[in-house]
C-alpha cells in the first residue's frame, strides 16, 4: 500500500545549522506529499505541501521539492533556530477515492543554542 | 476561534471504565477523523467520517465507536478501557475528499489518555 519511509531520528543541530530530513514515498497513483510539525504538547501543523510533481512547498523558511524520479520530498532549511525544535512528520495522500492522509514516523528534532 | 477542538485536553481512568473524547470543528469541513499517537509518536489512523458517513474503519477494537452526530461533530467513545489504550488521541478535519490533490488537514490539539 501507500507509504512514506522518513529519517529515524533523533537530530541534534546547532543553532544556525543546516537541516535536512529525508522522506521517500511509495504510491500507485499521484499522491499529494505534507511535511507537519508538532511542537511539544501539541497536536500536529501543516508547514507545508506540494500535490504534484516538481512542486515546491515553503513555509517559515522551511522548503521541500517534490521528485517523481527519487520518489522523495525531503525537508530542508538552512539556518535552524532553537524554536524549530519539534517532531516532524512526512506525510502523503494518495488521492484515491478515500484521500486518508498516510504518515511517516516522524523524526525529532533538538536546536541547542 | 479553534478551528478544531477536541475536550478534554487530558483524562485519566482507570481500567475497565467506559468514556468518551468529543471533537468539533468549525472550519466547514465535510470529513472527520480520529487518529491515535502512542509513545513513539507514531500516527495511525482509527476512523474517518464524511458528512456523518464511516468511510474509513480500520483494524481497531470493537471497544472504540465514533459517533458523528452532524458533519461538524466526530466523537469518541471507548468500552472497557484497557492499559494499552493509553495513548494521545488525535481528531482532524479536511474539505477534501475523493480523487485529486489533498490540501492539508487540520488537527485539534489531542488528548492525553492514560489508563490506570
Known amino acids: 500500500g501507500d507509504s512514506v519511509t522518513q529519517m529515524e531520528g533523533p537530530v541534534t543541530l546547532s543553532e544556525e545549522a543546516f537541516l535536512t530530513i529525508n522522506c521517500t514515498y511509495t504510491a500507485t497513483g499521484y499522491p499529494s506529499l505534507f511535511w507537519y510539525v508538532q511542537y511539544p504538547g501539541e497536536g500536529l501543523q501543516l508547514l507545508l505541501k506540494a500535490t504534484k510533481a516538481d512542486d515546491k512547498g515553503s513555509n517559515k523558511g522551511f522548503e521541500a521539492t517534490y521528485r517523481k524520479e527519487t520518489t522523495s520530498f525531503h525537508l530542508e532549511k538552512g539556518s535552524v533556530q532553537v524554536s524549530d525544535s519539534a517532531v516532524y512528520f512526512c506525510?502523503?495522500?494518495?488521492?484515491?477515492?478515500?484521500?486518508?492522509?498516510?504518515f511517516g514516523a516522524g523524526t525529532r528534532l533538538t536546536v541547542k543554542p | 476561534d479553534t478551528a478544531v477542538s477536541q475536550t478534554p485536553k487530558y483524562l485519566v481512568t482507570q481500567m475497565g471504565n467506559d468514556k468518551s473524547i468529543k471533537c468539533e470543528q468549525n472550519l466547514g469541513h465535510d470529513t472527520m477523523y480520529w487518529y491515535k499517537q502512542d509513545s513513539k509518536k507514531f500516527l495511525k489512523i482509527m476512523f474517518s467520517y464524511n458528512n456523518k458517513e464511516l468511510i474509513i474503519n480500520e483494524t481497531v477494537p470493537n471497544r472504540f465507536s465514533p459517533k458523528s452526530p452532524d458533519k461538524a461533530h466526530l466523537n469518541l467513545h471507548i468500552n472497557s478501557l484497557e492499559l494499552g489504550d493509553s495513548a494521545v488521541y488525535f481528531c482532524?478535519?479536511?474539505?477534501?475528499?475523493?480523487?485529486?490533490?489533498?490540501?492539508?488537514?487540520?488537527f485539534g490539539s489531542g488528548t492525553r489518555l492514560t489508563v490506570v
Open positions: 506525510a502523503l495522500s494518495a488521492g484515491d477515492d478515500n484521500n486518508d492522509m498516510r
Open positions: 482532524a478535519s479536511s474539505q477534501d475528499l475523493g480523487p485529486g490533490p489533498n490540501y492539508g488537514y487540520t
